[in-house]
């Protein structure tokens, strides 16, 4: 029986044996654990869960709450900024319209008044084509310098060299003031020439 007991297969087979034994035993209490814990929380239900008290879960909670006001607070003042830039835009419109509104009359009004403005300096040009030179030269110091380029550009070139002539003569500050006004009659006459 020695002989037996010293054998190699009956020592692994009592060596697994015994194993066995030991994880049977081992893996009972766990078990039992986990059985008893289940059981608990079958009683305790779903709302159980929620009813224990855990602080992790309260901070998480009180996070939760405070970002939820947070973004409640930005989408107020977002719907607030949007009726802000509605009523902005209207008003940039209703201004945007006024403008060009008014504009628009006060082409009207300019073209209107060139219109108008050339038949009057044709009339101008009549009765100083009666005047003498030197009448009309008189008469041109009292004018400022745009109204007397503006008869000027009407005026044949024969009638109005004997004006320029004339304010020329009458001393240095006339004749510099005859250079302006030449110089812009000849701006003028150029710039006729450009628009088609």
């Known amino acids: ?11 692994m ?3 697994g044996i015994v194993f066995l034994l030991t994880m049977v035993a081992l893996l009972q209490k766990p078990l039992h654990a986990t059985a ?4 608990a ?22 996070e939760v709450k405070r970002e939820k006001v947070a ?31 008014l504009q628009m009359e006060f082409d009207q009004s ?10 009057n300096l044709k009339r101008l040009v009549r009765l100083y ?9 008189a008469i041109m110091k009292e004018l400022d310098d745009q109204t007397v380029v503006k008869v000027f550009s009407v005026m044949k070139e024969s009638d109005s060299a004997p004006l320029l002539d004339a304010m020329a003569k009458e001393g240095e500050i006339q ?18 020439k450009k628009i088609p």
Do not use: C, Y
Not at 1 to 11: C, D, E, G, W
Not at 110 to 119: A, D, G, Q
């Open 36 to 39: 008893t814990t289940e059981a």
């Open 129 to 137: 084509s009666s005047m003498s030179p030197e009448g009309i030269s």
């Open 41 to 62: 929380h079958e009683e305790l239900g779903p709302a159980g869960f929620w009813e224990r008290h855990n602080p992790e879960v309260d901070q998480m909670f009180q």
């Open 110 to 119: 300019v073209t209107r008044i060139k219109e108008e403005e050339t038949p």
């Open 71 to 101: 973004l409640a607070k930005r989408e107020a003042e977002l719907r607030e900024l949007a009726t802000r830039l509605q009523a902005e835009r209207a008003e940039i419109n209703t201004v945007t319209q006024r403008v060009a509104q």
């Open 175 to 192: 004749a510099k003031r005859a250079a302006a006004i030449s110089e812009a009659l000849r701006r003028t006459i150029t710039d006729k």
């Open 1 to 11: 029986m020695i002989k037996l007991l010293q054998a190699p297969l009956t020592s």
């Open 13 to 15: 087979t009592l060596g």
